[in-house]
């Protein structure tokens, strides 16, 4: 299964992913990704197209609910009706438009590479794919130890559970009912 966050993304999200090759970590993201999942019992896809109104903040510039994954085709409709079209490559969703009309924006549209993915629960998958990262590092490799005539094999665990409870009961509003 695909992970729901590039790698280049979960790196943003968790920085201390950064430290870590590509390879090693994309495993754990797709994992990540299959309990996140599973436990919202809903799967979360890349749309091509997709219609939102953009909120505004306290400086006039209108921000995405989603974030886009790749360079996007951007229409923007303002409230009093006009529209504009031009790229965006901010990795952040942000709407600079100076000179989009009195009333700001209304609508935008996409065509192009969006995630529909919310931001926790991209946030989500990098923590947890960290966290496990973190536990496989500390929970070590199993080991034999001979008493006598018994050999006994054990691992050094520090938890035992492969789910992060907490992480996932954020999620309780994307669960689907």
Do not use: H
Request: glycine residues 8%; negative net charge; proline residues 7%.
């Amino acid at each position: 299964m695909p992970s729901l966050v590039t790698y280049e993304r979960a790196c943003i999200l968790a920085p201390a992913l950064a430290k870590l090759p590509e390879t090693q970590v994309t495993p754990y993201l797709e994992a990540a990704t299959e309990a996140i999942e599973e436990a919202c019992g809903r799967g979360f896809k890349y749309d091509a197209v997709v219609d939102e109104t953009a909120r505004p903040d306290q400086f006039g510039r209108s921000w995405l609910w989603r974030v886009p994954i790749t360079p996007a085709n951007v229409t923007v409709r303002d409230n009093e009706g006009n529209l504009t079209s031009f790229m965006l490559e901010n990795e952040r969703g942000e709407l600079i438009t100076p000179g989009i009309g009195a009333g700001g924006i209304a609508k935008a549209s996409y065509s192009g590479g969006f995630s529909p993915v919310p931001p926790a629960v991209e946030l989500a998958v990098a923590n947890l794919a960290k966290r496990r990262i973190d536990r496989s590092v500390q929970e070590g490799p199993v080991t034999s130890k001979k008493i006598g005539s018994v050999e006994i094999q054990y691992e050094a665990r520090t938890q035992t559970s492969d789910v992060d409870e907490d992480i996932l009961a954020s999620l309780k509003k994307y669960r689907r009912r």
